[in-house]
C-alpha cells in the first residue's frame, strides 16, 4: 500500500500561485507515476496533471496547461503541483493519486488516493 498526503492548499486571489506537495510512503516502489485531480462543489472529479517518476514524462489537461507544472523529488517521494496564474474556476479539492501504469490519465487506473486539499480561488 502507498500512503499519500496532500498538504499546501488555500485561499488566493485570482492571479496568484499556490503549490502543493503530496508526500509519498509505504510501497512507493510500486507506483510508476504520481497523477493530480481535482473535484469541485457538484461536479465529477477530473485530471490535472500527472508524471513519471523515472524521466521527464508529464501529462497536463488543457485547463491547466500552460499554467500549472508537476515536478517530483524522487529522494524525498514528493510530488509537487505548481499553480501560477490562478482563475476561479481552479477552486476544487485537489487529490494526488499514485499509478502502477503509464500513462495514467483517468481516474481507475490509481491505486492510491490522498485525502485531499482544499484550494480557494476568490474573484
Excluded at 492548499?9 to 510501497?27: D, E, I, K, T
Excluded at 512507493?28 to 523515472?54: C, D, H, L, N, Y
Aim: glycine residues 12%; positive net charge; charged residues 15%.
Amino acid at each position: 500500500q502507498v500512503q499519500l498526503v496532500e498538504s499546501g492548499g488555500g485561499l488566493v486571489q485570482a492571479g496568484g500561485s499556490l503549490r502543493l506537495s503530496c508526500a509519498a510512503s509505504g510501497r512507493t516502489f510500486s507506483s510508476v507515476a504520481m497523477g493530480w485531480f481535482r473535484q469541485a462543489p457538484g461536479k465529477e472529479r477530473e485530471f490535472v496533471a500527472a508524471i513519471k517518476w523515472g524521466g521527464s514524462s508529464t501529462y497536463f489537461s488543457n485547463s491547466v496547461k500552460g499554467r500549472f507544472t508537476i515536478s517530483r523529488d524522487n529522494a524525498k517521494n514528493t510530488v509537487y503541483l505548481q499553480m501560477n496564474s490562478l482563475k476561479p474556476e481552479d477552486t476544487a479539492v485537489y487529490f494526488c493519486a499514485a499509478s502502477p501504469v503509464w500513462p495514467p490519465l483517468r481516474s481507475g487506473v490509481y491505486d492510491a488516493w490522498g485525502q485531499g486539499t482544499q484550494v480557494t480561488v476568490s474573484s
